[in-house]
């Protein structure tokens, strides 16, 4: 594990490189800043020694690289859209935010909490059974019958 004094200068040095990065790849700022912390932790808790100053970046870009493109391919992001993407989803089919969101919110409390836990949160339908004390199968079949209606919602109005 680094020192304080060690961390503090390779953030100091590499931050703007790391931050920079992580924009051009996520193209996110939340995002980005989460990645931004990821690499330097691990350099925190990485006891490898570097040749040079240019081995030290070459390592935090590849693990800055790395760590961007292990979030873009992760369940997660694969299966959700950006606050950002949604209105301008919105704002081109016209229709208002505040609408669909209101929609996800008069849906039933388990019906509700299954379509967050797994395209907000990312969990799969095991994960869910056991933060809700509920069988995979039984998840699945909320998470469909939740999807309907929210589909039955938007579209009747």
């Not at 069988?135 to 939740?146: A, D, K, M, Q």
Request: with cysteine.
């Amino acid at each position: 594990m680094r020192s304080e004094q060690e961390v503090n200068r390779a953030v100091e040095k590499y931050a703007d490189t790391v931050f920079r990065i992580c924009i051009l790849h996520l193209k996110n700022k939340s995002d980005a800043e989460d990645i931004f912390q990821e690499v330097f932790l691990k350099f925190a808790l990485n006891d490898k020694e570097f040749e040079n100053a240019n081995h030290e970046k070459a390592w935090i870009i590849r693990v800055t690289i790395n760590a961007c493109k292990d979030l873009i391919k992760s369940f997660f992001r694969s299966r959700t859209i950006s606050i950002d993407e949604l209105i301008s989803v919105a704002d081109e089919e016209k229709e208002d935010l505040s609408y669909v969101l209101e929609a996800v919110l008069k849906l039933p409390v388990k019906y509700r909490d299954a379509i967050y836990l797994h395209y907000y949160e990312g969990y799969s339908a095991l994960e869910i059974g056991e933060i809700l004390g509920k069988n995979e199968n039984t998840v699945y079949s909320i998470l469909s019958r939740g999807r309907s209606m929210l589909k039955e919602s938007l579209e009747g109005d």
